[in-house]
């Protein structure tokens, strides 16, 4: 069985800024490419996924149930985006996460809903 690394995969670092969610546009992966590629590429992936959440700010809030989050939601949608933040309410401090370019954003549009949010260091 041949293990090289196909054509189809056009560079080794096209491939890894395609999984980090660089710019290269012109990475095509075959599916009989190496079980080592297999690994780096997976590696990559967690360590993307890692940097995500390091990344992030949490706040204690006071939004306590699902009507609270009814509530804030078109707040944060409006503030940071759809999908760009989540609220615990199983936890006692009651975490808002978001990214940390949207914090303040996120802070703001919390209390603009009328409620608290406390940044968590």
């Known amino acids: 069985m041949d293990t090289r690394i196909p054509e189809t995969v056009y560079t080794f670092r096209n491939l890894i800024e395609f999984v980090k969610?660089?710019?290269?546009n012109c990475v095509?992966?075959?599916p009989n490419f190496t079980d080592e590629l297999?690994?780096?590429l997976l590696y990559s992936l967690l360590e993307k996924k890692l940097n995500a959440?390091?990344?992030?700010t949490q706040f204690k809030t006071n939004i306590?149930?699902?009507n609270c989050i009814a509530t804030v939601t078109p707040f944060l949608n409006k503030a940071v985006g759809e999908g760009n933040?989540?609220?615990d309410t199983l936890n006692p401090a009651k975490l808002l996460t978001v990214s940390n370019k949207d914090a303040e954003k996120a802070q703001q549009a919390i209390e603009e809903a009328g409620y608290k949010a406390e940044i968590l260091k």
């Open 21 to 24: 969610g660089g710019t290269a």
């Open 28 to 30: 095509k992966i075959s």
């Open 38 to 40: 297999g690994a780096i």
């Open 53 to 56: 959440a390091m990344e992030t």
């Open 64 to 66: 306590k149930c699902a």
């Open 85 to 87: 933040w989540q609220v």
